[in-house]
């Protein structure tokens, strides 16, 4: 599929932004380099009346992405959440990318619904609403279910949603090619590798019995989270292509004229929203990776409820010591720690200087603490982070790419609540908790022994083991000792069983 009908795409993309208008207004928006202007240009004028006409009632960007589709909506679904970096009428315009999007009609939503669970829609509910949400991927009705009268929320793919996103995909895929080929510094970002992390993000969103699994899996994290709520699934009225929970109310979270109305403390949610990610990532390693505002609202009662859960990040337990740990020497201003931290995950070519590094990373942090965040350029702390990753040779790391941006977009939500906010103090409370159960002594007694519990496993087949490794050293030409490979085998054999008993005695103890 990788083919010249991709340079078409392209062509198409370039061609489409300078038809709409959007060209111009997404360059100055995101202060674009000269050489970048000159480039996007250039694809785009001469081939101006090729691209997409859009809905013309919509402002320029939002209507460009649209008519491009799904792949791109997600683009701009992010940028909506960055007005410190394209500025607040721009992210303002995008939202409209979060649920207002053009629906299709209710007919082929209850096609839809009768096909993937067996029965007519009118059979299974008694109302049947139409759309009152409708994204890049699927759209939402509100229903009653029939047995039951309880208040659902149906959600329904895309009529052709799949082949969209798969031609969209396969141009990304063409895009970063030339990238590689056309600017070689550009390999350590890995844009091949992005891309391939970004469709197997977007194929899991495609199947709803995922998502379903997704959001079961997230509530039975968070069920003891003060201030946070998840819908419960239906799973006898969810399939592949259609999803039905429980109904959400509450104001959107988006909206800061109705949660002033409601009463809510803005300055308060800014936090709860940041925190909350922090803690399911760190805790758990389990986040909701797509917390735009639109997929977020305010219940009366305060609380933070989230739903559509097509995309969810999933971190192991050493790499959220990693990052847990970087986090926190920023918040202490420890940058020759962040640096080693760095250097000890192999983020940074081990041939690099360690001081130097710490001394960019300074660079970075300093300008952040005690300064009021609505002066901070976050598009100039951006370029500046990409030149310095760029000057020590760090590669993109595809098992953090949706752990960073989701960090963005969760920064951008609680900065549109409350602009003052400063992410280190607030996250400072949550890492410092992490850390002192997840890397003090007594968690280094846990891990000590886990692999204890290991080996412990493994002890009907330690003497099969140690005497076949016996055979295989007899076979051995003669300059080795048979005496001394037995004894090592033995102490290794003795060492693994004392080991197996003292760290279940201090699990008992300890734990």
């Not at 229903?143 to 149906?154: C, K, L, M, S, W």
């Not at 977007?202 to 819908?231: H, Q």
């Not at 850390?435 to 846990?446: H, L």
């Amino acid at each position: 599929m990788r083919g010249p009908h991709n340079i078409w795409r392209l062509i198409v993309t370039g061609a489409t932004l300078e038809r709409t208008g959007a060209m111009s207004i997404v360059l100055d928006a995101m202060d674009a380099p000269r050489p970048l202007r000159i480039a996007a240009r250039t694809l785009g004028w001469p081939f101006k009346w090729l691209g997409y006409k859009g809905d013309v009632t919509m402002p320029p960007a939002p209507r460009a992405l649209t008519a491009l589709g799904p792949a791109y909506i997600k683009f701009g679904q992010v940028l909506s959440t960055r007005p410190d970096v394209v500025g607040e009428e721009m992210a303002a315009q995008m939202r409209v990318l979060q649920d207002k999007l053009p629906p299709f009609p209710i007919d082929v939503a209850k096609s839809s619904v009768a096909i993937e669970l067996g029965r007519p829609a009118d059979e299974i509910f008694s109302e049947f609403s139409e759309p009152v949400a409708a994204a890049s991927i699927a759209q939402v009705h509100q229903a009653t279910i029939r047995d039951t009268n309880e208040i659902v929320a149906v959600k329904v793919l895309r009529p052709g949603i799949e082949k969209a996103f798969r031609k969209d995909i396969d141009a990304f895929y063409f895009g970063a090619q030339m990238v590689e080929l056309l600017s070689p510094s550009s390999r350590r970002l890995r844009p091949l590798d992005v891309i391939e992390h970004f469709e197997g993000v977007v194929l899991g969103e495609l199947d709803l019995r995922l998502e379903s699994s997704a959001a079961s899996e997230f509530l039975a994290n968070t069920k003891g989270d003060a201030g946070f709520d998840l819908p419960e699934i239906k799973w006898d009225l969810s399939a592949k292509r259609v999803m039905t929970l429980g109904w959400v109310d509450g104001v959107p979270i988006g909206d800061n004229d109705a949660i002033d109305a409601a009463g809510h403390n803005r300055v308060a949610l800014a936090a709860r929203v940041l925190e909350l990610f922090l803690q399911h990532a760190l805790r758990d390693g389990y986040f909701h990776a797509d917390m735009h505002q639109g997929n977020m609202k305010v219940a009366a009662n305060g609380d933070i409820v989230a739903y559509d859960f097509g995309i969810m990040g999933h971190i192991d337990e050493y790499t959220r010591r990693v990052y847990a740990e970087i986090l926190f020497g920023f918040i202490r201003r420890d940058y020759k720690r962040v640096a080693e931290v760095h250097f000890e995950a192999g983020y940074v070519p081990a041939d690099r200087d360690v001081e130097e590094f710490a001394r960019a990373l300074r660079a970075v942090g300093e300008p952040i603490f005690g300064m009021d965040a609505t002066r901070i350029s976050m598009g100039r702390l951006l370029n500046y982070l990409f030149e310095v990753t760029e000057r020590f040779g760090m590669e993109t790391r595809t098992e953090l790419i949706l752990l960073q941006r989701t960090m963005v977009v969760v920064e951008g939500v609680a900065r549109s609540l409350d602009p003052h906010m400063n992410i280190w103090q607030v996250a400072q409370p949550v890492v410092e908790d992490y850390i002192k159960g997840s890397i003090g002594p007594r968690a280094i007694a846990r891990d000590l022994s886990k692999t204890a519990m290991v080996l412990a496993r493994f002890g009907p087949r330690l003497p099969s083991l140690v005497e076949a490794a016996l055979i295989r050293q007899s076979q051995e030409p003669p300059s080795y000792a048979p005496g001394k490979t037995r004894s090592r085998s033995l102490w290794f054999l003795a060492g693994a069983l004392v080991s197996g008993l003292a760290f279940a005695i201090a699990d008992t103890i300890w734990f």
